[in-house]
């Protein structure tokens, strides 16, 4: 029961004002992008090149880091209008930043150690030429997110393929309805025009947003519900 006299969310979303498409031409997508890239400090935007066409942007190139380049992908989805972003860049190692596979595995394991929130030996690191393999079971997508951002930085990794698998948890009916009710929490999302499936601990969501930024919302908010093991996201975003 509302004890405090402020508006029931049901009446808060009702005046919440909606949000205008951005309407970008492919070159202004271009132009903002490679804008972005250059005032992104980590990211050295001479060695990247950019198109756009229909609203999805490709980057290509070369990087110095798996870092660079997961910096430059996060630079590209902060532009409004971005529909989709295909990534066409290699990551070149510097001389000075090649180590062992033994070296880099060291460096992975010592890491995850000490990452807060992750299960003991919960995730395992299997290291080829600079390309890290992470597989074993966590509870929550934040502890696989966190196993992520532990070795992304480290110095010689060239790639992630992430295999970790989420433990089973809560009933489909329980995840749909603690997704949605946190769509309407979240008054970026615009939760009518977002519809959630969930069969086992997949869920499926579908429908449209107005940005990138609102796509990457409601993922989020997805993969924050408890026993959620995949998020298969085929929302649009429409301009």
Known sequence: MNTTGAPTMETSDAILPQRKPI??????????VLAELSWEPSVNAAHIGVAASNGVVTLTGHVGSFAEKWSAEL????????KALTVEMDVVLPGNSRRTD??????????????????SKGVRVMVEKGWLTLTGTVHWDYQRQAAMTAVRDILGVAGITD???LAPGASPGVVKADIEAA????????APHV????????????????????????RH????A??????????????
């Open 221 to 224: 908010t997805a993969w924050s």
């Open 226 to 239: 408890p026993g959620v093991r995949n998020v298969y996201d085929n929302i649009a975003v429409t301009l």
């Open 75 to 82: 630079a590209a989805q902060r532009i409004g209008g971005v």
């Open 23 to 32: 309407m970008k031409t492919d070159l202004e997508l271009q132009r903002d």
């Open 183 to 190: 769509f309407k929490r979240r008054a970026e999302v615009h």
């Open 195 to 218: 519809d959630v499936a969930v069969q086992g601990g997949d869920v499926t969501l579908t429908g449209t947003v107005h940005s990138w930024t609102e796509r990457n919302l409601a």
């Open 102 to 119: 033994s070296d880099i595995a060291l460096s992975c394991e010592g890491a995850l150690q000490w990452t807060n929130g992750l299960p």
């Open 163 to 165: 295999k970790i698998v």
